[in-house]
């Protein structure tokens, strides 16, 4: 059901890949709520990805951009301001990525060649985002800015790597330049924490599927969808959050303050069986 929540709200959206993608959902809830905005991705993902069909759905523009070039932000800022008609309202940087992951490095053996990608592309982007955007005066008062993270931020999820301490940055930067863009210009930064959500990105972790159900069994209220991320993101840009910033707002059915529930214990009291290959021991 539409609100027009966002009607005459100007935006960009970063990272919807395919269907399945969380960036996917919001755009398609922000043209339902009235949003003009620009989608943009790297020019890599953009082939092999569906983004132009998304475009097309939502009557938009396809901007190509690394989000780790700050010369192609500004490109992609700029323009977007040309195809929108004014300034923005909206940024969801919905972006992540770990070679160490994808090559299968282990946290104790990590390549920090791959570490610097990891933390540039999932969480300094986010700071170029909003520099670029700062320096442009880009943003509108009151506008609003939102990245997705993870609960791996604050503690330690088996497989999840060296992407736990990029979403750790991503959540400090998300605190020390909300407090500069409240300050300066009344725009607020928040992230969501979401919980597990089947996409390209997120099924790259390993042991993802027993990570989906632990999480769902957890969960008082079960996991939050991609569909449900995409409505919290539109509250959050719309009017109704002004006064929300520099925090990190969990959307994920309770998971965050569970520490064991009667469903994962049962489960677990099934399965149980202690593995004795010394191999698999501190994995
Ligand atoms: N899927 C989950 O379980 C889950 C849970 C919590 C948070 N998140 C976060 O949600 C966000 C979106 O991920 P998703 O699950 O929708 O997966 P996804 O794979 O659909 O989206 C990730 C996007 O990042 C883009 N990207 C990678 N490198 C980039 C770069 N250099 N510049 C610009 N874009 C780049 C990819 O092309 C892709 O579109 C990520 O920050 C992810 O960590 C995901």
Known sequence: MAY???KGKRGIIFGALDSNSIAWKVAER??????????????????????????EKCNTEVIPADATNVEDLEKLIVRSMEVLGGKLDFILHSIGMSPNIR?????????????????????????????????LDAINEW????????????????GYNDMADAKSLLESIARSF????????????????????????????KGFDRLLDFSERMSPLGNASADECA?????????????VTMQNLFNDGGFSSMGMSLQ??????????????PKHKYD
Do not use: W
């Not at 922000?30 to 092999?48: H, I, K, S």
């Not at 282990?106 to 700062?134: C, E, I, N, P, R």
């Not at 924490?193 to 099924?203: H, K």
């Open 4 to 6: 027009n929540l966002l």
């Open 30 to 55: 922000a043209y339902e709520e009235g949003a003009t905005f620009t989608l943009t991705n790297v020019p890599v993902a953009l082939r092999m990805g569906e983004t132009q069909k998304l475009a």
């Open 103 to 135: 090559k299968g490095k282990h946290y104790s053996d990590l390549d920090y060649g791959f570490l610097d990608k990891t933390l540039d592309v999932s969480a300094l982007s986010f700071h170029k985002v909003m520099q670029t955007a700062k320096k």
């Open 143 to 158: 506008g609003s800015v939102l990245a997705l993270s993870y609960v791996a931020a604050q503690r330690t999820f088996y």
């Open 178 to 205: 909300g407090y500069i863009y409240g300050r300066e210009k009344n725009v607020r930064v928040n992230t969501i924490s979401q919980s597990p959500t089947p996409t390209t990105a997120g099924s790259g972790v």
């Open 231 to 243: 409505d919290y993101c539109i509250v959050m840009f719309s009017d109704l959050t002004k006064k």
């Open 264 to 277: 994962a214990m049962e489960q677990y009291n099934k399965g149980f069986q202690l593995s004795d290959d």
